[in-house]
C-alpha cells in the first residue's frame, strides 16, 4: 500500500485575524485568537513526523488550483472578490469566514491540493492519499464563504475527477461533524456524484443537513444525510458507516472515494458534541478503504476539513493516515483510555432510530449506478 501525503507550510499561513473563537473581537469581547487557526493541522503534519510515519508516505507537492478550475464551482463576481479583498487588507468571505492578506492564493493551494492528490492516486503515483489543507472547503457555496471555508475543496476535486479525468462517478463520504452544505449544494442534482454526509442534527449550518433533504432531479436519492443526535459515539459512528455508508458506496460503485475528513466529531472538540475517538476515526477508515478495494481499486483521497481541539486531533489524523498507509507506527493515543471509557459510546437507542431511517431511506432512494 503506497499512500501520498500532502501538505505546504503556506496552509499554515492563512490569517484568520483575532477574536474570541468565532466572536469578533470588540469593545466587549476580548481580543483572543480564532478557533480556525493553523495549530491543528500543523500539529498533524507534526505528529506524523514524530511517529516515523512520514518517511514511509510519498510526499506530494500542492500546486495552485486555476481560475478555470475554481469557476467550475464558484461564480466568477465571487472568485473576484475573494482576489480583491486578498490583495488588499483581507476582509470577510462569508458568514464566519474572515481571511487576511494573501488568503486567496492560499485558498487556490489549498483546492489545487486536493486536485493533486486526486491526480496522484489516479495516475497511479500512490493508492490512496491524505491532503492536509487549509483553509477549510466544504461549507463554501458557489457565491459565499461559510464557516471558515473560501474554496469548496473536496466539491473541486470531485468536479476535476469528473470533468477533466473522465470519471464516470465520484462518491464524497463527509464525516465532519457540521454539515457539508456546499458539497451538497455543489451536486445535489447530480446523478453522478454521491454525496453522503455525516454530522451533529442541527449543529452549523443551522436548519441544513435534514435526513429527508435526498437531491431533486435527476439527483433525487443521490445526496445521504445522517443528522446523528449530540452525545453520538463511536457505537453510533461505526453503525452509521456499516448499514448506510458501506451499502450505498456499494450499491452506487464509484471509481473514487473522497473523504472529507473533519476531525471535530471528537470527544475533545469545542465546537461540536459528539464523542469520537482516534480509534473510532480508525474503524471508519477501515469501512471506506474496505469498500473501496471492492467497488473502485482502493482509491481513495481524504481531504482535511475541520477539526478544532489542537491536543487531540493530531491522534486522529496519525490513525487515519496509519490505515491508509497500512503501518501502525506503534504511537499511542494518550487519552484513548479515559475518551472510549466515557458513558454513551455504544450506540444507544435513539441515535439507533436514526441510523435505521437513514438506512431504509437510502437503500429506498438511491438508484442503480448507470
Known sequence: MTTGFLWHELYAWHDTGTGAWVMPASLTVQPFAHIESAEGKRRIRNLVEVSGLMDQLVQLKPRPATEEEILRLHTRDYVERIRKLSAESGGEAGEETPFGRGSYEIALLSAGGCITAVDAVLDGKVDNAYALVRPPGHHAEKDQGRGFCIFGNTALAAMHARQARGLARVAIVDWDVHHGNGT?????????????????DNNYPPASGAIT???EGAGRGYNINVPLPPGSGVGAYVAT???????????????LILI??????????????????SDGYRKLTQIVLSVAKDVCRGRVVACHEGGYSPAYVPYCGLAIIEELAGI????????LGLLAAFGGQDIQPHQDAVVQQAAVLAAGLLPAAR
Open 184 to 200: 451538497e449544494h455543489a451536486f445535489y442534482s447530480d446523478p453522478t456524484v454521491l454525496t453522503i454526509s455525516i454530522h451533529q
Open 328 to 335: 501502525r507506527t506503534g504511537l499511542d493515543d494518550p487519552l
Open 213 to 215: 433533504d435526498t437531491g
Open 241 to 255: 458507516f456499516d448499514r448506510v455508508v458501506a451499502p450505498a458506496l456499494r450499491a452506487f460503485r464509484p471509481e
Open 260 to 277: 472529507a475528513s473533519g476531525l471535530d466529531a471528537s470527544a475533545m472538540d469545542p465546537l461540536a458534541s459528539m464523542m469520537m475517538t
